[in-house]
């Protein structure tokens, strides 16, 4: 169908394809349009149904959406907005320029301002900033009939009605009731008798991350929002979450790699974009891993006297390196997931240096074995590289673990403390931990 659609599309047989779209799902609509110039893009968006485009139009890139926007009337516009769910149009006000936004609010309806003004009031990354106020709220004192009702006349406008929220005559949350308890059951029936207690629930201030968490604890689809006086304001649905933790591992993903987090997919960021991210961490640790190179100078006599020394540093740093970042990796992520706080930080350090001793010794018999019949050195030579290979392994599982967590504690991301960070610190260390095992042991 995509390939019959695309042939469409060149022939410019727009009456036909808008036969073919509107049996297409939204998100497959939206998939297609991305891959379109400007002039196609608005072409085959104009063909769309009002309800349909308004649907469509969420799951474009904010590029699209605002080339869409600056190309439909005042009122083409305002009737997108208006069928929009209200935290997708709020995303999208938040990321257009100032004098588009007047120009769209002006055209929208009194509710759609209102709503849309209430959600970009909180903080980015809260749960009020991702949540919607379309929802159905029953009072407390209504029959099943009357909640029947409410549902028929508010259905086409809510995204998510599977979970109704009763509340009491002030708007505070007292519990919920499923749609499917509410089909089955008789219509004079009060609506108090079929209602649970909310075990979840988030307030407007609550961080988007904790909000992902709370979802997967309690394996639910929806969670009610509630303000400091515990009156609904709004509830958060799955799709959000799922996008929150795409865009929370990217965030550190790209962290971990020592980048500048990126809100743009990667082809829609250019060059320069692109350099601008990067450039500051590689600078950061360029210039921290000049360290490294003080520790060698210090120890040029030791290498002058042994010049077979010089050939084991870059498997040595290596190897350090690796075994920090893979008690980094892990810790990172027991972090982000919960797993694990800091008050468990000695649990963590005992563990790791356990792996670290088993590790350490594993990697430094094979060293010794290869180191002396295959490199033929000396067996103080041999040694020196193998004990170096132990004290290093313990040191970065140390530092690998630990840093993640106190950089937590003290209110950093612990994804700063990942790959690159933690390897420079390693090499420094592997470093002085070899020089001053090998003039000892060498009596230099």
Not at 83 to 111: G, Q
Not at 339 to 345: A, G, N, Q, T, V
Not at 379 to 392: G, Q
Request: net charge negative.
């Amino acid at each position: 169908m995509i390939q019959n659609i695309e042939m469409l599309i060149e022939e410019k047989k727009y009456s036909e394809l808008k036969g073919e779209l509107i049996k297409l799902n939204e998100a497959d609509i939206a998939e297609i349009l991305e891959n379109l110039n400007e002039v196609e893009l608005i072409t085959i968006f104009r063909l769309l149904p009002k309800d349909l485009a308004a649907l469509v139009f969420s799951y474009l890139s904010i590029e699209n959406e605002q080339i869409i926007i600056k190309a439909l009337s005042d009122k083409e516009a305002a009737q997108i907005i208006d069928n929009m769910y209200r935290d997708d149009a709020a995303d999208l006000i938040d990321e257009m320029p100032s004098n588009v936004v007047k120009r769209l609010l002006s055209n929208t309806t009194k509710e759609t301002r209102r709503d849309i003004n209430n959600l970009l009031k909180y903080e980015d990354d809260s749960a009020g900033s991702i949540m919607t106020v379309e929802f159905i709220d029953l009072k407390e004192n209504y029959t099943i009939k009357d909640a029947l009702d409410r549902i028929k006349k508010d259905a086409n406008h809510i995204e998510n009605f599977d979970i109704c929220y009763v509340l009491d005559h002030t708007r505070k949350l007292l519990g919920y009731v499923k749609l499917k308890d509410i089909l089955i059951n008789d219509e004079n029936k009060p609506i108090k008798s079929l209602m649970k207690k909310v075990h979840a629930k988030v307030s407007t201030k609550t961080d988007q991350e904790i909000v992902a968490h709370k979802f997967k604890k309690y394996d639910i689809n929806l969670m009610p929002v509630v303000d400091s006086e515990n009156k609904l304001v709004g509830i958060i649905t799955i799709d959000d979450i799922v996008d929150i933790i795409d865009e929370e591992t990217t965030e550190d993903i790209e962290k971990m790699a020592a980048i500048t987090p990126n809100d743009k997919p990667y082809n829609k960021t250019g060059v320069f974009q692109t350099y601008i991210k990067r450039i500051p961490w590689l600078l950061l640790l360029m210039i921290s891993a000049t360290f490294t190179g003080k520790i060698i100078q210090n120890y040029e006599k030791a290498l002058a006297s042994y010049v077979v020394l010089t050939s084991f540093i870059p498997m040595l740093m290596d190897t350090g390196g690796n075994a920090g970042s893979q008690a980094s990796v892990t810790i990172i992520r027991s972090l982000s997931l919960n797993e694990i706080k800091f008050k468990d930080i000695f649990k963590v350090i005992f563990k790791e240096i356990r792996v670290a001793i088993l590790i350490g010794i594993t990697l430094a018999v094979a060293n010794f074995f290869k180191l002396m019949i295959i490199d033929g050195v000396s067996i103080t030579i041999a040694l020196i590289v193998c004990l170096t290979l132990i004290i290093t392994v313990l040191c970065a599982k140390i530092v690998g673990s630990t840093l993640p967590m106190i950089a937590k504690k003290i209110g950093f991301d612990p994804a700063v403390m990942a790959s690159p960070f933690i390897t420079t610190i390693v090499d420094a260390i592997s470093l002085i931990i070899y020089f001053t095992i090998a003039t000892n042991l060498l009596s230099l």
